[in-house]
């Protein structure tokens, strides 16, 4: 019964996030089938800890990585779209545009990457250098990316948050990938792997080529995730 059960939800993710590749923001179908897939997804990560009979931190904390996305389902308004001039010893600093989605989408993606980086606790060796890879990687490439598009950060301070969290979120991930293959290459922590690949594959498609079928890629990484607890 369980091996069906799992079949099934298995098969309602897959087919709402290929639907939701043909289905626009705008349409009123929009919404109750992003929210189905969401928590499809948090039901094929319990039911999948039920399989194995595996309800430890790591398959918990799997699960708890999908909650946060019910936030980057809807779309946050910026009330005030004017930028913040300060006034410092004779110069304009500028903050920028607050972009409210754009911040709240950061901020979920992070906390997401953030519980998936701690499973790999459970997979790898027990060092926290890797958060601290993630933050310096995501330093570097935010900095880079305003060398390269030619931005200021004294002209835009609230852009550089936004777009540190988003790489923040993808560093966060890369960075658990070759602690867990350099201490197993067992068949979970090669799936724990590619999940997290797929992910930060997903936020940076997001940042410079958003389409909708880069939800493809997310779905498959927390498929990914979830059948390294069954396998």
Do not use: W
Not at 29 to 48: D, H, R
């Amino acid at each position: 019964m369980m091996i069906a059960a799992l079949v099934l939800i298995l098969v309602a993710v897959v087919v709402a996030a290929v639907l939701l590749c043909f289905i626009k923001r705008t349409s009123a179908f929009y919404l109750p089938l992003a929210l189905t897939s969401i928590v499809a997804l948090v039901c094929a990560g319990l039911t999948s800890a039920s399989y194995k009979n595996a309800f430890d931190g790591y398959s918990i904390l799997l699960i708890i990585s999908v909650l946060p996305l019910f936030l980057t389902i809807f779309e946050f308004k910026t009330t005030n779209k004017t930028a913040d001039n300060i006034s410092q010893e004779g110069k304009k600093l500028r903050f920028g545009v607050f972009n409210l989605d754009k911040t709240i989408k950061g901020f979920a993606y992070c906390v997401s990457a953030f519980c998936i980086a701690f499973c790999a606790l459970y997979l790898g060796k027990e060092t926290p250098y890797s958060f601290l890879i993630g933050l310096f990687l995501a330093l570097a490439c935010t900095f880079l990316d305003f060398i390269i598009t030619k931005n200021s950060l004294l002209t835009n301070l609230f852009g550089f948050f936004e777009k540190f969290l988003m790489f923040l979120a993808a560093s966060l991930l890369v960075s658990t990938i070759l602690p867990c293959l350099l201490y197993s290459f067992a068949l979970q922590n090669i799936l724990f792997s590619l999940a997290c690949a797929c992910y930060a594959s997903h936020i940076i498609l997001n940042m410079y080529l958003p389409n909708k079928f880069n939800n493809l890629s997310l779905f498959a990484s927390f498929l990914l995730l979830f059948a390294s607890i069954v396998f």
